[in-house]
Each structure stands twice: as structure tokens, then as C-alpha cells.
């Protein structure tokens, strides 16, 4: 029975690290507001739609790996073990495209709201 747990369910436990993160799980890079602190707030509502669009298909990128990464463990642990060890796993660009996008929204979120520009950057909310 210790063979079979190394052999089989050791390798399957660490593969499963490997797996590319959720982007609803993935945390935001810090991002310093200096470089909007030029902007005015017409400026860094022009620019935060910018980036909302950028974050969303980084969304959708970072959303797509996740899910095809769990649908390949899935099928692996399943049907055919080894075929874990060819996962491409981890986060990669995506992930990190995703996180920078996030700090840099939050950036300029914290420029218009020292600018006292109200409520005209709005939250970014993943897509469906």
C-alpha cells in the first residue's frame, strides 16, 4: 500500500499544484498612482475604461487556461495518470497580465479618488 501511494497518488498530489490559478483567486499587483497623478479626471475615466477592457479579456484569457488545465487533470486522473506530467500548468503571462491590469485599475482608482473625481470610475466586474 506505501509503494502505491508513491507511486500513484504522490505524483497526482503534486500535479494538481500545477494547475493554472482561477483569475477570481488570482491577487492584484501593486501598481504605484504616480504615474496618473498628470491625469485629470476625464483623463483617468478615459483611461480606466481603457484598462477595464484589457482586464476583462486578461479575464477571459486567465478564466480559459484554469478551466482547460482542471478539464486536462480531470481527465488524466481519471483515465490515464501520466498524461499529468504533460499538463502545462502554473499561471504563466496570463496570470501575471491579469494581476498587473488589476494594480494598475486600482492605481488609477486611487488617483481619482485623491483628485476627488467621485464616482466616475467604476468597479470592474468580471465578465460572465
Known amino acids: 500500500m506505501t ?3 508513491r507511486t500513484l497518488i504522490l505524483p ?3 500535479l494538481v499544484t500545477a494547475c493554472a490559478t482561477h483569475p477570481d483567486n488570482i491577487s492584484k499587483h501593486y501598481v504605484s498612482d504616480v504615474q496618473y497623478q498628470s491625469y485629470s479626471c476625464k483623463q483617468l475615466e478615459i483611461e480606466s475604461h481603457r484598462v477595464n477592457g484589457r482586464i476583462g479579456d486578461a ?3 486567465a478564466k480559459k487556461l484554469a ?9 488524466g486522473l481519471i483515465l490515464f495518470w501520466p498524461t499529468l506530467f504533460f499538463l502545462e500548468g502554473g499561471d504563466g503571462p496570463a496570470a501575471a497580465e491579469y494581476a498587473r ?3 494598475e485599475y486600482d492605481a488609477i482608482e486611487r488617483s481619482s479618488i485623491q483628485k476627488n473625481c467621485g464616482s466616475t470610475i467604476r468597479p470592474f466586474v468580471p465578465p460572465n
Open 3 to 5: 509503494s502505491l501511494i
Open 12 to 14: 497526482a498530489l503534486l
Open 59 to 61: 479575464y477571459l484569457k
Open 67 to 75: 478551466e482547460n488545465d482542471a478539464a486536462q487533470m480531470g481527465i
Open 101 to 103: 491590469l488589476k494594480g
